[in-house]
């Protein structure tokens, strides 16, 4: 079973700049998880998919990110203008239901210099 | 605010030993819990979850959930130095809900 992939795996970029993360699901996971984990950190939920449509997106900054879900499969983050404070690992996760154990992909560190 | 608390560590054990890694959520209708195991520069891998009062066992590692007390727990028999790395406790109501992580316990199993 392939796993869930995300690119890229880092990214650096100035503060203002955009930037986007990918992430691709295990096949068949219909809920999809971002994540955003700061260095000693536990992981914090941006947003949570099932198929296509949002679940949760309390958390998410919707003035500077924003993400979707295509068609139910691969997921996309964005940030706008990006901050200092947006430097981070996001992690992209998937289950094939809610309430169930999480596999997550490699992430993508992010540095806003 | 729901939350889920660890003591971040450094926890340090001798090769061989038992390691206790604990955690305590806030919100008392919290339905199943996890454990997840994070080496430096990697992401997060499940190694455990738990539904229901009381121990399970898988290989060397054991989970203890009392939801009365709530606490749930994460015993190491026989450390090794590959089990070095950050401990994750995540809880969740079995439906609808994310995963809340809590800050992660850094454990050196010590050679």
């Known amino acids: 079973e392939a796993g869930v992939a995300q690119s890229p795996r880092y990214k650096i970029i100035e503060k203002r700049q955009s930037v986007a993360f990918w992430c691709n699901p295990i096949?068949?996971?219909?809920?999809l998880y971002w994540y955003q984990q700061i260095l000693g950190q536990g992981p914090k939920l941006l947003i949570q998919?099932?198929?296509?449509?949002?679940v949760d997106d309390s958390q998410l900054p919707k003035d500077r990110f924003s993400a979707e879900r295509l068609k139910g499969v691969d997921s996309t983050l964005k940030i706008q203008p990006a901050k200092l404070e947006d430097s981070a690992v996001y992690l992209c996760?998937?289950?094939w239901g809610r309430g169930r154990g999480y596999t997550f992909g490699s992430g993508t560190r992010l540095t806003v210099v | 605010q729901k939350e889920v608390e660890q003591n971040s560590g450094p926890l340090s054990v001798p090769e061989g030993a038992i390691a206790s890694l604990n955690c305590t959520y806030s919100?008392?209708?919290?339905?199943?819990f996890f454990w997840y195991r994070q080496y430096s520069g990697k992401s997060p891998e499940l190694i455990m979850s738990?539904?229901?009062?009381g121990d399970k066992e898988d290989g060397r590692f054991t989970a203890q959930l009392n939801k009365a007390s709530q606490y749930v727990s994460l015993l190491i028999r026989d450390s090794q130095p590959s089990d070095s790395a950050t401990y994750l406790c995540?809880?969740?109501?079995?439906?609808?809900?994310?995963?809340?992580f809590g800050p992660g316990t850094r454990l050196s199993v010590l050679p």
């Open positions: 096949s068949g996971h219909a809920t």
């Open positions: 995540a809880v969740t109501h079995n439906y609808g809900q994310n995963f809340v």
């Open positions: 998919f099932q198929n296509n449509g949002v």
């Open positions: 738990i539904y229901s009062n």
């Open positions: 919100d008392r209708v919290s339905q199943s």
């Open positions: 996760a998937s289950s």
